[in-house]
C-alpha cells in the first residue's frame, strides 16, 4: 500500500514536468522537428515527453534553461556561449561597428541566425555544428565584402 502514494506522486511530478516542456517548447518558439530532436537527444531516442521519465524530462528541461528558457522564480539568465558561437557574436559585431548590420544585439543576430537556417533556429543553442560552421563562414565573408 506503500507504493501507491509513490507512484501518485510520481504521476504528478511527470505530468508538471510535461507541461514545463510544452511551455519551453512554446517559449523558445520550436518547431516540431528541433523539439522533437532535442527530446530525442536527452531520453535515448525518444520523441515524445509523454514517454519519456522523470530524469529524462528534467534533463530536456535543463537543455531548454540553457537555450535561454527562465528558470521558474527567476529572470532569464546569460548564457555562456560556446567557441562558435563566440565567434559569430564577435564577427556579428565587426559588422556591427562597421555600419552593416543596424541591431548590433543578440536579438539581432537571431533574427539573422533564424532567416538563414532551413528550419528558422530561433537560439544559438540548437545550431548543429554544420550550421554552425554555415554560418560562420557567411558572416566571415560579409565581413570581408566590407
Not at 16 to 42: C, E, F, G
Not at 47 to 68: Q, R, Y
Request: hydrophobic share 45%.
Amino acid at each position: 500500500m506503500a507504493s501507491a502514494p509513490f507512484s501518485a506522486a510520481r504521476a504528478g511530478q511527470h505530468a508538471a514536468l510535461v507541461r514545463q516542456v510544452h511551455v519551453a517548447k512554446s517559449w523558445l518558439k520550436l518547431d516540431d522537428d528541433t523539439y522533437r530532436a532535442a527530446l530525442a537527444a536527452r531520453s535515448g531516442g525518444k520523441v515524445s515527453s509523454t514517454a519519456c521519465t522523470v530524469v529524462e524530462l528534467k534533463a530536456v528541461l535543463e537543455h531548454f534553461h540553457t537555450a535561454g528558457f527562465p528558470r521558474p522564480g527567476g529572470s532569464a539568465k546569460r548564457v555562456a556561449l560556446t567557441a562558435p558561437q563566440r565567434k559569430m557574436w564577435s564577427l556579428w559585431q565587426q559588422l556591427a561597428d562597421a555600419g552593416r548590420v543596424r541591431d548590433r544585439s543578440m536579438k539581432g543576430l537571431l533574427a539573422w541566425v533564424k532567416g538563414q537556417t532551413e528550419n528558422s533556429v530561433e537560439a544559438l543553442a540548437f545550431l548543429t555544428p554544420a550550421q554552425e560552421r554555415t554560418l560562420i563562414e557567411s558572416l566571415k565573408q560579409w565581413v570581408d565584402r566590407g
